[in-house]
């Protein structure tokens, strides 16, 4: 009973970064139909975006006071904003152009930008791991016997934090209804006075700054990241994005916490050399038998 | 040397793709075939028929792929599995491993219809998704399958694979070391993987592939059945992933996991999709190109910045060759660099959002 809740804790710790990179894909998914391979390298820019950061302000070790919120807000901040930007420039520079094209031409770009990516980030620190500093002190708290880590709060809080943020953006502004009516039909929110180009480059903003938090939370998480870590980590989010019925902002968080779960359990009952499998066998059953999602409605197809 | 054959081959393609006189291009494909089938009467370095074999099963793979992605449209990313399911029956069935030792030009059938079922196996779940989806459930395969090779260690020997494999030998003559058979054998099964892959587009099936290519509803109301050809376009092209994977084991006496990442299946993409989906020479020319550049052009650019003081690892710069290829054809040129007449048009006049599918 202990591990199981250990591990349910530790599922829902990796949930939230799922979920975080999850929300990415179903913006940007729901708005141009694009699934944007490249997001789960921008998660990892992220990380290294925070790593760059701390360096710059010195912070190798165990922050406490006002240390700790400066340096870790000024890393959280600038990874998400720099990150936005990528984001951006990558909708700008490779996507845009593509808006009309046959329908797998963008995901083959995309494909493409997510090498580019990985090989700038693996030029830039190396193909081995990288150690990302221990910056939280970390005392356990003991739950029910279970001992729960000041990271695995700071983790989770992160991403219920943002991810409530996000709902108010995207329902209670006027930004964000522009991009559920974008979303919904592009060319009657054109015709209704969006300006369609500004509200796609917003939503790229919004979607790659999630995956820059979620790359500092990583970083934070595990201590460590490696250029070549947004390929799994992007691959188990868009996952959880189509679990969760992609296009829908509630279901990219659930499927982000059941794929967290499914993967910590897996690696608890089968072994950790399993925990990919049974979650691509997931990402497989989910859209052969219900492409749909878990919360996402049916469409009819579009002749 | 080696520059020689890969440019020349190039060269005749692309020239005799240009022709108008069919006469002339049939010259020119006789000239190429009887130049690659002489050479080594004349080059008797070994390690440049290496070089050429890997190059050989790169362009059967390319030619396969080219059925499911280039011919039906189906965007297949995860196309290793099957080299690797191709590699590893080489590996356990000829081998110490379990102490068989079947006879290499068995196991190219046996691999061949192994692969075609497991194309099957992978196609008949995804026949309902299409575009995006389906590449996505591909890639998830993909993933999956040299996971689970690594994950038996106790057949597939696991992170390190199965080493020693059996040389195959003709008519009891063992290949032994050397490359030079291998070379023959890459070519008679590309010379084989080309006749099929050009009469099947020819065929009735072919021309289904393209219908569901270009518009699957059309397609089924007009009597396709779209089951059978979206399998068959899988099976075919798995087939062609598992003779290159018994060749690839075979040569390099190993096979192991990792040799069958995702980057090989994007590799491939990236060939079709310089060349020209669903044209075979440009497909031929897109593998050539990037088997070039891949074991020949880096690794000879690492010697010249070492030998000039400069440290640059240029072979760690793959994907980002792979990269910028796959974004820069299809911002700029995306029917490929050598398209068949009809495929550009499409692309360049395909305007309608949404239903067009490439």
Not at chain 1, 87 to 100: D, F, K, P, Q, S
Not at chain 2, 171 to 180: E, I, K, V
Request: hydrophobic share 55%.
């Amino acid at each position: 009973m202990h591990e199981f809740l250990a591990q349910l804790i530790n599922g829902i710790s990796l949930g939230s970064i799922y979920a975080l990179i999850a929300l990415g894909y179903t913006m940007v998914y729901g708005i141009i139909g694009l699934i944007n391979f490249a997001h789960g390298d921008v998660y990892t820019l992220g990380s290294f975006f925070s790593l760059a950061i701390l360096g710059l302000l010195g912070a190798t070790g165990e922050l406490h006071g006002p240390a700790l919120v400066i340096d870790a807000g000024l890393a959280l901040f600038g990874a998400a904003l720099l990150c936005g930007i990528a984001g951006v420039l990558i909708e700008r520079l490779a996507y845009r152009r593509l808006r009309n094209a046959p329908r797998l031409a963008p995901l083959i770009t995309a494909i493409g930008v997510s090498f580019i990516l990985e090989n700038a980030m693996q030029v830039w620190k190396g193909p081995s791991p990288v150690p990302f500093p221990a910056i939280l002190p970390n005392p356990a708290v003991t739950v029910a016997g279970v001992a729960i880590s000041l990271q695995q709060f700071v983790v989770v809080g992160l991403a219920i934090a943002t991810m409530l943020a996000l709902q108010l953006f995207v329902h209670g502004t006027r930004v964000g209804r522009a991009m559920r009516a974008t979303a919904q039909d592009r060319d009657a929110a054109q015709l209704m006075g969006i300006d369609i180009n500004k509200t796609i480059a917003i939503t790229f903003l919004i979607g790659s700054a999630l995956a820059g938090v979620a790359g500092f939370v990583s970083g934070v998480y595990y201590q460590s990241t490696w250029f070549f870590n947004g390929f799994g980590a992007g691959l188990k989010a868009f996952t959880a994005a189509v679990l969760g019925g992609i296009g829908n902002l509630a279901g990219a968080m659930l499927g982000g916490f059941l794929i967290g779960i499914v993967e910590s359990f897996a690696t608890w009952l089968l072994g950790g050399q399993w925990s990919n499998v049974a979650v691509f066998a997931i990402l497989i059953l989910a859209l052969v038998f219900r492409p749909s999602g878990l919360l996402g409605e049916t469409l009819p197809e579009k002749v | 040397m080696i520059y020689i054959y890969f440019l020349a081959a190039i060269a005749v393609v692309v020239v005799a793709e240009r022709v108008p006189s069919v006469g002339a291009k049939r010259a020119l494909y006789a000239a190429l075939g009887a130049a690659l089938l002489l050479a080594p009467l004349v080059d008797r370095n070994d390690s440049d028929y290496n070089v050429l074999a890997d190059a050989g099963v790169f362009v059967l793979l390319a030619l396969g792929l080219n059925i499911v992605v280039g011919f039906a449209g189906l965007l297949d990313l995860g196309y290793a599995a099957f080299f690797a399911i191709g590699a590893y029956t080489y590996g356990m069935l000829a081998s110490p491993q379990f102490g068989i030792h079947l006879p290499f030009w068995v196991l190219l059938f046996v691999a061949a219809a192994l692969a075609a079922l497991f194309g099957i196996i992978l196609g008949a779940p995804t026949l309902r998704l299409h575009g995006d989806y389906l590449a996505i459930v591909t890639l998830g395969f993909g993933e999956i399958v040299p996971q689970i090779f690594q994950n038996l260690t106790a057949y597939t020997g696991g992170p390190n694979g199965i080493s020693a494999l059996d040389f195959p030998s003709f008519f009891g003559h063992s290949f032994g070391q050397r490359a030079l058979p291998y070379y023959y054998v890459t070519l008679a099964l590309i010379a084989l993987g080309l006749a099929l892959a050009r009469n099947l587009r020819e065929s009735r099936l072919g021309r289904a592939w393209m219908a569901i290519r270009e518009d699957e509803l059309a397609a089924r109301h007009m009597g396709i059945n779209t089951t059978l050809v979206k399998l068959s376009a899988f099976a075919l092209g798995a087939s062609f992933s598992g003779l290159g994977g018994v060749v690839f084991a075979a040569k390099l006496s190993l096979v192991s996991p990792d040799l069958f990442q995702f980057q090989v299946s994007v590799l491939i993409v990236s060939m079709l999709v310089l060349g020209g989906m669903g044209n075979i020479p440009g497909v031929v020319v897109g593998s050539l190109v990037l088997t070039l550049v891949n074991s020949v052009v880096l690794p000879q650019a690492n010697a010249l910045a070492s030998a000039v003081g400069l440290h640059v690892d240029f072979s760690s710069y793959h994907f980002f060759i792979y990269g910028a290829i796959l974004v820069g054809i299809m911002l700029f040129k995306p029917e490929g660099l050598l398209p068949s007449v009809q495929r550009r048009e499409e692309l360049r006049h395909a305007t309608a959002p949404q239903d067009v599918r490439a």
